[in-house]
């Protein structure tokens, strides 16, 4: 991640319009809801529900970036339901109303585990249509490993500015300190992210800037430590990787690496890869002054996978 050794923040605010070919009106959804399971080591979820009028046509989980929380989606989520799809949105463990001190992770296993039950509560409560993951920055590679690790889980992966690799800027001795004040001072302050990096709209980075469940603070030392070590490992398992997989990255991201982005359709042989990168666009895509472009691309890649059932 480029000049910023372990930040990786936030999920993208909501778009309002997009290319004429693919109308969405400004609603809320036809119903939505707030629950809570128990996920690794009995730590209370938070999760939300949205849902269209219809029977779904599919599901869309979404795993979140570092920092922010479920409810950011929520028009996101109203687009989504306009078009059939019912949408499930966790807060990660340490994050937004979930359970947990902030930001605390005791390994990245729990978030995989926590993911894991989101997406067998949405399975069992819409069967039987396409179930697609989408992972935002920490999200992304959260939603990578998983569909790494179970790929039999997914219909499909959308990662939108996901943390696969550090940057080059980033010296090696800053790494290593990191990971062992990780390791052994895990409540160590590391980082904190610029709020002007997450987009080049004002009015975006005022709203990020005023959200009381976004973490305002310094990122501890414990998180980072987990994600930079599951970053370290993801280059070397990307080409096993067996699920159709859209990736979304702007060039100008300040906060994850696009080289990261750009190498996963190199590495991938076994499923089908589609990559997009949008000329100056900052680290929350759905949220630049560009974001017309990137809906009706994730558009356009799900509408093929939207027609069918899925055959999980």
């Known amino acids: 991640m480029s000049g910023i050794p372990f930040a ?7 778009l309002r319009h997009h290319p004429s070919g693919h109308p969405v009106p400004t609603i809320e959804p036809v119903e939505h809801s707030e629950s809570s399971f128990n996920g690794a080591q009995g730590t209370q979820i938070v999760y939300q529900v949205w849902k269209p009028d219809a029977d779904p046509t599919a599901v869309v989980v979404i795993a979140h970036g570092l920092g922010e929380h479920a409810r950011r ?4 989520a109203a687009e989504l339901t306009a078009r059939g799809i019912a949408v499930y949105a966790l807060d990660h463990r340490g994050h937004g109303r979930s359970a947990g001190r902030r930001l605390a992770l005791r ?7 926590d993911l894991g039950t989101m997406l067998e509560i949405a399975r069992d409560a819409v069967p039987d249509v396409p179930l697609i993951l989408l992972g935002h920055s920490m999200g992304g590679a959260i939603a990578l490993t998983y569909a790494l690790d179970r ?3 997914l219909d499909a992966l959308v990662l939108s500015a996901p943390a696969v690799t550090l940057g080059t800027g980033t010296p090696k001795v800053v790494i290593a300190v990191g990971k062992v004040l990780g390791r052994f001072l895990p409540w160590v302050p590391v980082e904190k992210i610029d709020p002007a990096s997450v987009s080049r709209d004002p009015e975006v980075v005022e709203r990020y800037k005023a959200d009381p469940l976004v973490h305002h603070g310094m990122i501890p030392a414990g998180i980072a430590r987990q994600l930079v070590l599951t970053m370290e490992s993801l280059p070397g398992r990307i080409p096993a990787l067996r699920v159709p997989t859209l990736v979304l990255h702007g060039s100008a991201d300040q906060l994850t690496d696009v080289a990261g982005s750009r190498m996963i359709p190199d590495l991938v042989t076994s499923a089908e890869c589609t990559m997009h990168v949008y000329d100056g666009l900052y680290h929350e895509l759905f949220n630049e ?8 691309d994730l558009l356009d890649w799900l509408a093929p996978r939207l027609a069918g059932a899925s055959t999980k």
């Open 8 to 14: 990786c923040v936030l999920g993208a605010r909501p």
């Open 73 to 76: 989606y929520a028009d996101v």
């Open 107 to 113: 390994h990245w296993h729990d978030f995989l585990e």
């Open 151 to 153: 790929p039999r889980d």
């Open 289 to 296: 002054p560009e974001r017309q472009q990137v809906l009706g």
